[in-house]
């Protein structure tokens, strides 16, 4: 009798050294264009996978903007060739429900709402909502009811900004 084998398949991110990577590749191209690259996503889905890059500016962001950044984008990614599997590069604006990415946006964005999701538990959860107070060193400060978290940097695998519509 034959054992069948198991796959897993999950929508695992890249390592932060590969993200990194990519960021010191793509952020000069969309910095020479003029905006500032605000992160950069990936997900694993097989032939589904997505890459996406954050791009911002002062006057906001346009779909013609998108469309010239991802034209660039997409040339240094066809030469350079860092991701082996097939992906779908997606250029978009932060927009209000932002990712934070970097300490910089984390403290930039103090006072705001915020959801955290850790790579892994901290204090029995990887769950956090609650008001972002700022940045202490290599930590994330976020509020949670009665109870301030400190969040380090490096265990943080998403976080974004709560929009607020008043």
């Given at each position: 009798?034959?054992?069948?084998?198991i796959?897993?398949?999950?929508?695992?991110?890249?390592s932060?050294?590969k993200l990194?990577?990519?960021?010191?590749?793509?952020?000069?191209v969309v910095?020479?264009?003029?905006?500032d690259?605000w992160?950069?996503?990936?997900?694993?889905?097989?032939k589904?996978?997505l890459?996406r890059?954050?791009?911002d500016?002062?006057?906001?962001i346009?779909v013609?903007?998108?469309?010239?950044?991802?034209r660039?984008v997409s040339?240094?990614?066809d030469?350079?060739d860092?991701i082996?599997?097939?992906y779908?590069?997606e250029?978009?604006?932060?927009?209000?429900?932002r990712p934070?990415f970097?300490?910089?946006?984390?403290?930039?964005?103090?006072?705001?709402?915020?959801?955290?999701?850790l790579?892994?538990?901290?204090?029995?959860r990887r769950?956090f909502?609650?008001?972002?107070?700022?940045?202490?060193?290599?930590d994330v400060?976020?509020?949670?009811?009665d109870?301030?978290f400190?969040?380090?940097?490096?265990?943080i695998?998403k976080?974004?900004?709560?929009?607020?519509?008043?």
């Amino acid at each position: 009798m034959g054992v069948s084998p198991i796959f897993c398949f999950s929508q695992e991110r890249f390592s932060v050294a590969k993200l990194d990577q990519l960021h010191a590749m793509l952020a000069p191209v969309v910095e020479g264009l003029g905006y500032d690259c605000w992160g950069i996503e990936y997900l694993a889905q097989g032939k589904h996978s997505l890459l996406r890059v954050y791009i911002d500016h002062a006057d906001g962001i346009g779909v013609e903007d998108c469309e010239k950044v991802s034209r660039q984008v997409s040339g240094v990614l066809d030469v350079e060739d860092p991701i082996s599997a097939e992906y779908t590069l997606e250029v978009s604006s932060p927009g209000m429900d932002r990712p934070l990415f970097t300490l910089p946006q984390f403290a930039a964005w103090a006072g705001s709402q915020v959801k955290i999701k850790l790579r892994v538990p901290f204090e029995g959860r990887r769950n956090f909502q609650g008001l972002l107070k700022g940045i202490e060193e290599q930590d994330v400060v976020v509020q949670v009811d009665d109870h301030e978290f400190l969040l380090p940097i490096d265990s943080i695998d998403k976080a974004q900004v709560i929009p607020r519509f008043d």
